[in-house]
């Protein structure tokens, strides 16, 4: 019979949030692969080792896993050394930190933009003119040190405000505008790129920087193309394109467009 004590519980426990955030930390980027790969190895070798006790295939496993290592990180070194800056980053501490806070005081964890109508005002408004529109709104992970690459603003969101930062030639327009705690951070600030092969060849660098920011934050982003005049939205890797005003409305609220 197999025993069962509270230190086994806690284990099974500690493991799984241990997967769990890493999981939320790699979700939409190119490292889930790598994620995926080592989940399904790891599981494989308990049951081969540790339940079915097959000592022969076990220590083929143990023999692959030595020489399987080195060739990961050969073949995987670049999604690696993403998600390594990624997990000891200072948004990925403070992310995590936030998110403990909420578990032990139950502290609500609903989106609370206090100018979305606002933002979705002056985001329709530059999509008539095809004016290209950049923003970035943040979530858990704190963005000072991507809104320190551009001008601080810090003032109220008015859809003004927002037009104008936008509006063709001025200074900041080409640059990403940052919104923070229901305040406009930042304008002109620079994002990293998104180096994913599978993005559709008709989006242009804007794009790539958005989908880059959601890669490594957990930030929103709201992008309004120059070319055709559409509006997208990013979260977590994932891209949609061409939304409408309910949409968006919806997607600032509850971080979905359903």
């Known amino acids: 019979m197999i025993e069962f004590h509270f230190k086994d519980l806690l284990d099974i426990l500690i493991v799984a949030f241990l997967l769990y955030q890493t999981y939320r930390l790699l979700k939409g980027t190119s490292g889930m692969n790598i ?48 998600f390594m800056t990624k997990l ?23 989106n609370h933009i206090s100018g979305i109508e606002q933002i979705t005002q002056a985001v329709f408004n530059c999509a008539k003119t095809k004016t290209g529109v950049l923003i970035v709104i943040e979530q858990e992970a704190e963005l000072t040190h991507y809104g320190l690459s551009g001008e601080v603003i810090d003032a109220e969101i008015n ?9 063709k030639n001025t200074p900041l327009h ?13 304008a002109g600030c620079i994002l990293p790129v998104s180096n994913r ?12 920087a958005g989908l880059g920011m959601t890669e490594k934050t957990d930030a929103l982003v709201i992008i309004v193309s ?11 890797g994932t891209l949609n394109l061409g939304i409408n005003k309910e949409e968006l409305t919806s997607f600032l609220k509850k971080g979905s467009i359903n």
């Open 35 to 82: 994620f995926a790969v080592l989940l399904t190895f790891v599981i494989v070798w308990f049951l081969v080792s540790y339940v079915f006790q097959m000592e022969l295939l076990g220590s083929i496993i143990n023999k692959v896993a030595n020489v399987g290592i080195i060739l990961i990180v050969i073949l995987f070194q670049d999604e690696i050394r993403n």
């Open 226 to 236: 120059e070319e055709t005049g559409k509006v997208s939205c990013m979260k977590q």
């Open 159 to 167: 859809s003004r405000l927002i037009e104008n930062i936008f509006f």
């Open 174 to 186: 080409d640059g990403a505008m940052i919104i923070s705690k229901d305040r406009i951070m930042a």
């Open 197 to 208: 092969t599978d993005i559709p060849k008709h989006l242009g660098l804007r794009h790539r």
């Open 88 to 110: 000891f980053s200072r948004t990925a501490t403070n992310g995590l930190v936030k998110r403990i806070k909420k578990m032990i005081f139950k502290v609500d964890d609903t």
